[in-house]
């Protein structure tokens, strides 16, 4: 089963920064926050990971608060093309789960004119 | 990022027919590839873990003689779909991971553009 919580939908205005929470309250300590997006009828794409440090990278930014317990994805200019499910995804490594990933029900994210 | 392919992008079938699904890590060499099945308007589900040059490991619920995969080089993970029939039409999706699954420093997993399988 999915270790995350999210909510089910969200709205952000274009050009806005969008903020995507995500609960993840039994995540263990070797355990990394991964969050991917799926653009409809398409593979999902990475956006990026952390493990307890806040990320940064091209593409947005990741908060995880300091318990670890939840972590934001931050796009920081949304546009029309970032309309997708996002996936907040707690995964293990080898020995825990064989690092797979177990994807849950996301946020439907609908970026608006 | 790098790029997984998946061939056919879409496949219309016969009941009782198999179809074969290609997956293929472009510009990495891929020790672990994943498949996912993926229903309308429902998450991603694991199906099996396929490992180069062993056994795919299946999810609980999925069928192994039913859902073949192949690992046979690093570049390369196959499903077939055995038998097909109208409850398997699905978005099939490979990924493909770079050194071990999941190691220390959290390696990506890269995904395909995924295969839309239609059994009639």
């Known amino acids: 089963d999915a270790k995350t919580t999210q909510p089910p939908s969200m709205d952000c205005a274009e050009g806005r920064a969008a903020n995507l929470p995500c609960n993840h309250s039994?995540?263990?300590?070797?355990?990394?926050v991964y969050w991917y997006r799926q653009i409809h009828s398409q593979g999902p794409q990475y956006i990026i990971h952390g493990l307890k440090n806040n990320e940064t990278n091209e593409m947005a930014s990741l908060i995880i608060t300091e318990d670890r317990k939840s972590s934001t994805l931050i796009l920081p200019h949304a546009t029309l093309r970032d309309t997708a499910v996002y996936y907040c995804i707690v995964r293990g490594g080898i020995y825990n789960q064989g690092g797979k990933l177990i994807f849950g029900q996301g946020t439907e994210l609908s970026v608006k004119p | 990022g790098a790029v997984v392919s998946q061939h056919p992008s879409w496949v219309i079938c016969k009941s009782g027919t198999s179809v074969k699904i290609e997956c293929r890590s472009l510009d990495f060499q891929a020790t672990t590839m994943f498949w996912y099945r993926q229903f309308p308007k429902q998450s991603l589900m694991l199906m099996a873990t396929s490992n180069e040059g062993s056994k795919a490991t299946y999810e609980q619920g999925v069928e192994k003689d039913k859902f073949l995969i192949n690992h046979a080089s690093l570049t390369l993970s196959t499903l077939t779909v055995t038998s097909a029939h109208p409850e398997d039409s699905s978005f099939y999706i490979c990924s493909a991971e770079q050194g071990l699954a999941g190691g220390p420093l959290g390696n990506e997993q890269f995904f395909g553009p995924g295969t839309r399988l239609t059994v009639l």
């Open positions: 039994t995540i263990s300590g070797n355990e990394y």
